[in-house]
């Protein structure tokens, strides 16, 4: 019997457990502590995350949004492999395992799953999260140092989230060709910045050079339009916010922004987006505005408008991200 998918409100439950008996003023120090590390002198040559109590904190504050930001780029490599599902994964750097529970949410059931990471803290803090997964139970946490003697097997998925950031380009470019030849299908995913944009584009021409085919955000797998320091691509994902964020940055809105910048690339044939929205749609009246990475390898504004009848419709719901037009249309 497959496991039942689970969702991001038992990831939530089962950070929040965490944070049990943890002062919230000890916890949110921690974070920003951490925040500033991260801030300041990364790559870093020894990890981060020392301890389980930093760990912990740093967990409960940044799992949900990592965890809503992979979500979001699976779903669209989902959508350009209609019936696909991997049999293995692998996620490089992957920390307390925010990857492995996104994988599980878009294809439920069981699979080989192996975390690598060079923090022993994370990686047993994520076995403890995993517990409240049952398709995680099986899953290995090994310690792994990313560099060019990193040795993966031949498997179907491989994830690195949020971590081309932590390392030196020699062994971002070391990752990303290892990932090339061991993986079928390889995600990655940085933050929404012009410079995650700029790990994330350089990352995609490796991937194209060793024969993959961009799958998702990309309507193609030719040179990327968009011209780095003028603009970078990049989406949003919505996150509840916990208490914790309340704490840590202040202010009651009850969810943020995550932005994020993916590519999904494979070897398995695709059927890419025919189009894909690249900002918040402008819903203006009897017209809506949409940004499109078009197919020609362009970056276009198109006004859909009441004349456009059921596209029309469709353009009202579209959300930033989303592919163009939508598969029923
Ligand atoms: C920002 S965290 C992201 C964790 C996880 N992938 C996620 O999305 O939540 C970066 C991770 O990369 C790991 N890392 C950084 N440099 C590394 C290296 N050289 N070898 C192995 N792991 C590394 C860190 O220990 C940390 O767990």
Request: charged content about 20%.
């Amino acid at each position: 019997m497959t496991a039942p998918a689970p969702s991001a409100e038992t990831l939530r439950a089962a950070l929040a457990a965490l944070l049990d008996g943890l002062p919230p003023k000890q916890a949110a120090q921690a974070v920003d502590r951490l925040m500033a590390s991260y801030r300041g002198t990364t790559p870093t040559d020894a990890p981060i995350l020392r301890d389980r109590a930093d760990v912990a904190a740093y967990a409960a504050y940044r799992m949900p949004a990592t965890f809503e930001a992979v979500h979001a780029a699976l779903e669209a490599l989902a959508e350009a492999v209609p019936g696909w599902t991997p049999a293995d994964h692998i996620d490089i750097g992957g920390g307390t395992g925010a990857a492995t529970w996104a994988v599980t949410a878009v294809w439920p059931g069981d699979r080989a799953v192996t975390v690598l990471d060079w923090s022993d803290p994370a990686l047993a803090l994520g076995r403890e999260i995993a517990g409240a997964n049952p398709a995680l139970k099986d899953a290995h946490w090994k310690r792994a140092r990313i560099g060019k003697d990193l040795a993966l097997p031949a498997t179907d998925l491989v994830t690195v989230s949020y971590v081309l950031n932590e390392l030196t380009p020699a062994d971002r470019t070391a990752l990303v060709d290892t990932a090339a030849a061991s993986a079928r299908t390889v995600v990655i995913v940085e933050a929404g910045t012009p410079a995650g944009y700029a790990r994330v584009i350089e990352a995609r021409d490796r991937l194209i050079a060793a024969g993959f085919g961009v799958a998702a955000p990309c309507p193609h797998s030719a040179a990327c339009p968009i011209v780095p320091g003028e603009d970078w691509c990049h989406f949003s994902a919505r996150v509840s916010r916990s208490s914790l964020h309340r704490q840590v940055k202040g202010g009651s809105l009850p969810y943020e922004d995550e932005k994020f910048s993916y590519v999904a690339a494979t070897r398995l044939p695709v059927t890419p987006a025919p189009a894909r929205v690249i900002r918040r749609p402008q819903i203006r009246k009897g017209q809506v505005l949409l940004d499109l990475c078009e197919p020609d390898e362009q970056v276009a504004r198109r006004t859909v408008t009441k004349r456009h009848g059921d596209l029309y419709k469709a353009a009202r719901d579209a959300a930033w991200g989303d592919a163009w037009p939508p598969a029923d249309h």
